[in-house]
């Protein structure tokens, strides 16, 4: 059966606070995200557990050496988990057509308010995850930022792309996922 386009928005904002030094960007949310309203809501998605074990040495020990590694418990241990760390989470794209949680069918892009998130935070690095966020944030939204730093005096971001986090995303097997991103988000 196959499924159409679907005209969408993004129905829950940016997770930061004022002491968010590190953006982490999708491109937009997967069905399964929407259907919790918050982010990577798929359970097969790693994104969440690569976090944890960044954050909690006994995680990450364990996840190097192949064990498994729980989610967290509950949106507010998600919530605190970015916030105690210095995070900040959102997607490249507010509104688009989408089938699915296909990346590879967006169109009609409109781009999020990049400059109303950076006024409220002092950010100093954009993580994407995966191609698709990284290529998404270049094309729609990375002049904008640019310009916006420019106009403030500031110096606009470290731009990086990390491996995606998606179960598609086979390749990368979880130890190795933990390894790459957490060169680019460490402990403070």
């Avoid at 994407?128 to 930022?145: P, R, W």
Wanted: aromatic share 12%.
């Amino acid at each position: 059966m196959s499924q159409e386009y679907q005209h969408l928005y993004h129905e829950f904002g940016p997770l930061y606070d004022e002491n968010s030094k590190i953006l982490i960007l999708g491109s937009f949310p997967s069905v399964k995200s929407r259907e919790v309203n918050f982010y990577y809501g798929h359970p097969q998605n790693r994104f969440w557990r690569i976090i944890r074990a960044i954050f909690d040495e006994k995680v990450y020990d364990e996840a190097m050496n192949g064990g498994a590694v729980a989610l967290p418990e509950n949106f507010e241990e998600k919530k605190r988990l970015i916030l105690e760390n210095h995070l900040a989470l959102w997607d490249t794209i507010d509104q688009c057509s989408i089938i699915g949680s296909q990346d590879s069918t967006i169109k009609d892009v409109k781009v999020s308010d990049f400059p109303a998130l950076l006024s409220k935070c002092d950010i100093v690095k954009i993580c994407c995850n995966g191609t698709a966020s990284y290529n998404f944030f270049m094309k729609y939204a990375y002049e904008n930022v640019k310009k916006y730093y420019t106009g403030s005096g500031g110096k606009v971001p470290d731009i990086v792309k990390l491996p995606s986090t998606s179960p598609a995303n086979a390749a990368w097997r979880l130890p190795r996922l933990i390894e790459a991103w957490s060169k680019e988000i460490q402990k403070k």
